[in-house]
Nanobody
Framework: QVQLVESGGGLVQAGGSLRLSCAAS????????MGWFRQAPGKEREFVAA????????YYADSVKGRFTISRDNAKNAVYLQMNNLKPEDTAVYHC????????????????WGQGTQVTVSS
C-alpha cells in the first residue's frame, strides 16, 4: 500500500515555472515506477511524465517534452515535476501515481493515486 500526497501547485503567469512534489509513504518506494498526470475541467486525464524506480529512465508526453522534467529522490520517498515555460493550456489538476509496473503508469492504470494539486497558468 502506498499513499501519495502532492504539493507545489499554484497560480503562475505564462512563461513561469513551478515545481511539484509528491511524497510517498512506505518502505519500498524504490520498487515503484512513478508518474505525473493532469486533468483539466471537462477533459480526460492525460499522461504527463513517468520515471522508473531507479530513476534511470524517464518518459514524457509530447506536449511537455523539453519543458517539464520528472525526477525522484528515493532517499526521501519523493518524486518531482519541474515545469518550465508554462502555458495556459497546462492549467489542470496534477496527480502523481505509483505502480510496480511501468506500463501501468504509462497507460494510466496505476494502482495508487494522489488527490492532486491545482496548477493555473494565466495568460
Amino acid at each position: 500500500q502506498v499513499q501519495l500526497v502532492e504539493s507545489g501547485g499554484g497560480l503562475v503567469q505564462a512563461g513561469g515555472s513551478l515545481r511539484l512534489s509528491c511524497a510517498a509513504s512506505g518502505r519500498t518506494f524504490r520498487s515503484y515506477a512513478m508518474g505525473w498526470f493532469r486533468q483539466a475541467p471537462g477533459k480526460e486525464r492525460e499522461f504527463v511524465a513517468a520515471i522508473t524506480g531507479s530513476g534511470g529512465s524517464a518518459y514524457y508526453a509530447d506536449s511537455v517534452k523539453g519543458r517539464f522534467t520528472i525526477s525522484r529522490d528515493n532517499a526521501k520517498n519523493a518524486v518531482y515535476l519541474q515545469m518550465n515555460n508554462l502555458k495556459p493550456e497546462d492549467t489542470a489538476v496534477y496527480h502523481c501515481a505509483a505502480d510496480h509496473v511501468l506500463r501501468k503508469i504509462r497507460t494510466s492504470t496505476a494502482d495508487y493515486w494522489g488527490q492532486g494539486t491545482q496548477v493555473t497558468v494565466s495568460s
